[in-house]
């Protein structure tokens, strides 16, 4: 059965993984029957356009691919335009496309595009009548003259609205920028008062609204379930006096308001089926605001007191309210404390958490990791970036007792070299096994001697086998061994260990959950912790070792051979100290990580452009290679091959830009071994 023979649902689920790039220009194709399988209304319910697609596909094209999917299509991107690379994209052939007449786009949910022509902004409202949520990007909102607003007030339907930061955006005047601003707060309060069934509003940028426009919102948006308002420097108490006393607002953003404890008592009192909460930067928020937190929104599961992304991320929470909080949300779920507490060991006492950041804290110590790893087993995602105090033994006992952990950043832990991930399954290893058969010989064999204290019942042979480790049998019973079968338990565990490289005999457990591991700038990482990485966390996906200069091609070797599912390794270096990785890392790497779809590295003395080329040469997949170099050395010129024959490797993409900082300028490279786009 080969997979031409697959049932076309199964070819459809296997199709809804690829990337629509490939599916259109790879996929479609191979044959006849998939050809037609490419443009199924499954595979087109996202659409992600970018550069790439406008640029390969003429209109005559476009039209002819929109006419067959059309119906299908829900959601539509633009979202690799909000970045600098495509912040000049023309965005008119699209547009010319979707509103052809044969172009049927009323099924289309949402939208999410910088920027909208005034000329297509009208009739593409009016075409994609059920639209539900649009995102577009900060610059487009604020210098618009109106006219964009206006003609969202046609959308009855319209429930999520998004402004989001754009590439680039012209500073105004201070005279034309206060009139802009206030202009910009008119239009956009007079849209709220007519869309009344918005359930979702996120302003990114929001330093120019003013508390006027967040009481239109507030007081006519009665079904408001999310409110994010990012950089909200304008907004203070005042904002929040048009807040129904009885709000279903369940998810609250407040990233640099100048709110007190008045206003967040406020906010408590009337939302009391708040879920999320974060008042970072606000810093006039103290421990008053916990102690409402804690008596009026009981069903509280995710709380950021303070985030290093923001201007000012030092809150005024004191380790008095921190306690209060955790003996009252004993289910709380995610808690980001950057910077925060001095008493680390106060997040012992959250039991359910599964997302925590403590990222920046001082007092964050091997011993109160502990603490935090055997009472929070199930958390998932931890942040411990420049935890100075961390040596590796809190980071090892976090790794085997947290069963569920999949993300862990231990950036810029400079003091970072004892790693220890050896642990067995603690219900029952191999060896466990084998002393329960030898033990249960023994009692066959001495079954003809009844006396009762000699000989080992069930139940004993039961506990000794429910025991955590293989040290500590009978120490509930009144069974004593006798030097011989301390003798007998020493030769089976010697047996037992020269046999483990038997295949039949199960192998120690590994940490198959850990996916995402970020250690760079840990100048005392080296070889040795390495080949733990590599030997027990072989499920990586990303592992990020920048800077760790200590390491050398003999770990990376071991990285390789380890983790040959990794889709993104950074081996490139700080700022002050190369890591002097060799070609031998590259041709270990190309020939184990089959998967590699990116790497960071930095050109040195011991690398050569012939190694660069030898593991793009031997990638499978498209995989971009981000190199680096202090000097001019590397050009175009010497990175494309300029063989066209069909066996030999041709780099067909190429990109240069400098990185300015105070230790210099860097010169860096993106190579991309195909036309796909990989990042899509």
Request: proline share 3%.
């Amino acid at each position: 059965m080969g997979i031409l023979d697959l049932p076309r649902e199964v070819l459809l689920m296997i199709f809804s993984y690829v990337p629509l790039y490939n599916i259109l220009f790879s996929v479609q194709q191979t044959c006849r029957a998939w050809n037609d399988l490419c443009f199924h209304h499954y595979l087109w319910r996202e659409v992600h356009y970018s550069k790439e697609f406008d640029e390969r596909l003429t209109k005559k094209k476009l039209l002819s691919i929109l006419k067959k999917v059309s119906k299908g299509v829900k959601h539509i991107s633009f979202e690799k335009a909000f970045q600098s690379e495509e912040n000049h994209f023309s965005f008119n052939k699209f547009f010319r496309c979707i509103l052809h007449e044969n172009v049927d786009m009323g099924n289309i949910a949402s939208l999410k595009i910088p920027s909208i022509p005034y000329k297509y902004l009208e009739p593409l409202v009016k075409k994609c009548s059920g639209l539900s949520s649009i995102e577009i990007g900060y610059k487009y909102a604020y210098c618009n003259d109106g006219i964009f607003f206006d003609t969202l007030k046609r959308l009855p339907n319209l429930k999520e609205f998004r402004i989001s930061k754009s590439a680039e955006f012209v500073p105004l005047n201070v005279n034309e920028d206060f009139s802009q601003q206030t202009m910009f707060n008119e239009f956009l309060a007079d849209m709220f008062s007519s869309l009344l069934e918005l359930e979702v509003v996120h302003i990114d940028s929001a330093n120019k609204l003013y508390d006027s426009t967040l009481c239109v919102l507030l007081s006519k948006c009665k079904n408001l379930r999310e409110l994010a308002l990012y950089e909200c420097i304008c907004i203070t108490n005042a904002g929040l006096e048009s807040l129904p006393d009885k709000s279903g607002i369940t998810s609250l953003h407040l990233i640099s308001a100048g709110i007190n404890d008045d206003g967040m008592e406020r906010i408590c009192r009337s939302c009391p089926d708040l879920r999320e909460v974060s008042f970072t930067g606000c810093r006039y928020v103290t421990d008053i605001s916990i102690v409402h937190l804690c008596i009026d929104c009981p069903n509280l599961e995710s709380l950021t007191v303070s985030d290093p992304d923001t201007a000012y991320h030092r809150s005024n929470m004191r380790d008095d309210g921190l306690e209060t909080l955790f003996q009252h949300y004993r289910s709380l779920r995610s808690l980001t404390l950057c910077n925060k507490p001095e008493r680390s060991d106060l997040v012992r006492s959250c039991t359910s958490l599964t997302e925590l950041d403590i990222s920046g804290c001082k007092s964050i110590t091997d011993e109160t990791l502990r603490v935090i790893a055997v009472c929070c087993t199930n958390l998932e995602s931890v942040n411990l970036s420049k935890c100075f105090r961390l040596r590796g033994g809190g980071v090892n006992l976090l790794v085997t007792s947290c069963k569920r952990l999949k993300t862990l950043n231990l950036t810029r832990c400079r003091f970072l070299n004892d790693l220890n991930f050896e642990a067995f399954d603690p219900k029952e290893t191999p060896f466990d096994r084998c002393i329960r058969r030898t033990l249960r010989e023994k009692l066959l064999k001495s079954s003809d001697k009844p006396s009762g204290d000699a000989i080992l019942t069930t139940n004993h042979l039961v506990q000794a086998a429910n025991v955590g480790t293989s040290t500590q049998y009978f120490e509930n019973t009144d069974y004593k061994p006798n030097e011989e079968s301390h003798a007998g338990r020493s030769t089976t565990k010697e047996n037992f260990s020269n046999s483990l490289k038997c295949s039949s005999i199960p192998s120690p457990r590994v940490h198959s959950e850990l996916r995402v591991l970020k250690m760079g700038i840990c100048s005392k990482l080296n070889d040795q912790c390495l080949r733990q990485i590599a030997t027990y966390c072989p499920e990586l996906r990303e592992l990020e070792i920048k800077g760790c200069y200590n390491t050398t091609d003999d770990g990376i070797s071991s990285i390789a051979r380890g983790c040959q599912r990794l889709r993104l390794l950074d081996i490139s270096t700080s700022y002050t100290k190369q890591m002097l990785l060799s070609d031998r890392s590259l041709v270990t790497i190309a020939t184990h990580c089959k998967n590699l779809r990116q790497l960071n590295i930095q050109k040195n003395d011991l690398m050569s452009l012939d190694g660069v080329r030898y593991f793009c040469d031997r990638c499978p997949l498209p995989i971009t290679v981000i190199l680096t170099s202090r000097c001019h050395d590397i050009q175009r010129t010497d990175i494309l091959s300029t063989d066209k024959s069909d066996n030999a490797f041709k780099m067909v993409k190429s990109n240069c830009f400098y990185d300015t900082s105070r230790f210099g300028n860097f010169h860096k490279v993106l190579l991309h071994n195909s036309n796909e786009d990989i990042f899509q």
